[in-house]
């Protein structure tokens, strides 16, 4: 059973760009949440898919825009980048809505 | 407001010691409470969740509703405790888990 993997592992963008970070679910899992963890602080919630349907969204801009696919992976893109945006950025799968989250190791999002 | 209030940022205890991590929360309704834990360079996951009422590695955690609290506690703490701790909170609906802003427990030899 593969675990949930994210790529890339660490990306330096500037401001104003636009950003995609990927997320590849658990096997069996048909549900993705995405987080923004910022320095010194715990994981804030994005959205959530489930079955390639948004199922929900945490106070962030519409600047910040998801997918999840047949298969269940998702991307998280992010655009007009601000300097704030910098943070780890991590992904969790479940198996469905209300199920165990299993979070994968993020990616480093540095906005220069 | 929904919100997760983990008072103590660092939590310093020796080994041997009970460790108690505070963890406060604000919703309207009946939430799900859990806590998980991030070891050194390894991922977030999962320890408990209160509807289980499993004692993990040692640790259990009961919800107060009246004082709105789900403390995490270990009546002897071991040196391999020492990492990050999260409780968080999933409201009606489930699908959105509001995090606290962590501890930090090092447990001392």
């Known amino acids: 059973e593969t675990g949930v993997t994210q790529s890339p592992t660490h990306l330096i963008k500037t401001r104003g760009q636009q950003v995609t970070l990927r997320c590849s679910s658990q096997?069996?899992?048909?549900?993705v949440s995405w987080y923004q963890q910022a320095l010194g602080q715990g994981p804030q919630f994005i959205f959530q898919y489930y079955r390639e349907e948004e199922n929900g969204r945490g106070n962030f801009p519409p600047r910040f825009s998801g997918l999840q696919f047949p298969n269940y992976s998702s991307e998280l893109n992010v655009n007009a980048l601000e300097l704030d945006d910098s943070a780890l950025y991590l992904c969790?799968?479940?198996?469905?809505?209300?199920?165990?989250?299993?979070f994968g190791p993020g990616t480093r999002l540095t906005v220069l | 407001a929904q919100r997760v209030t983990q008072p103590e940022k660092l939590l310093s205890v020796f080994k041997g010691a009970p460790v108690e991590l505070k963890c406060n929360y604000s919703y309207s309704g009946s939430p799900e409470l859990f806590w998980y834990v991030q070891y050194s360079r390894q991922r977030l996951q999962l320890l408990l969740r209160h509807i289980s009422r499993e004692s993990i590695k040692g640790f259990t955690a009961d919800l107060n509703k009246g004082e709105t609290s789900f403390h995490l506690k270990k009546p002897f703490a071991q040196e391999e405790d020492s990492a990050m701790y999260y409780c968080?909170?999933?409201?009606?609906?489930?699908?959105?888990?509001?995090f606290g802003a962590g501890t930090r427990l090092f447990v001392k030899a």
């Open positions: 968080a909170l999933s409201g009606t609906g489930g699908f959105k888990t509001i």
């Open positions: 969790a799968s479940s198996a469905d809505r209300y199920n165990e989250q299993f």
């Open positions: 096997s069996g899992h048909n549900t």
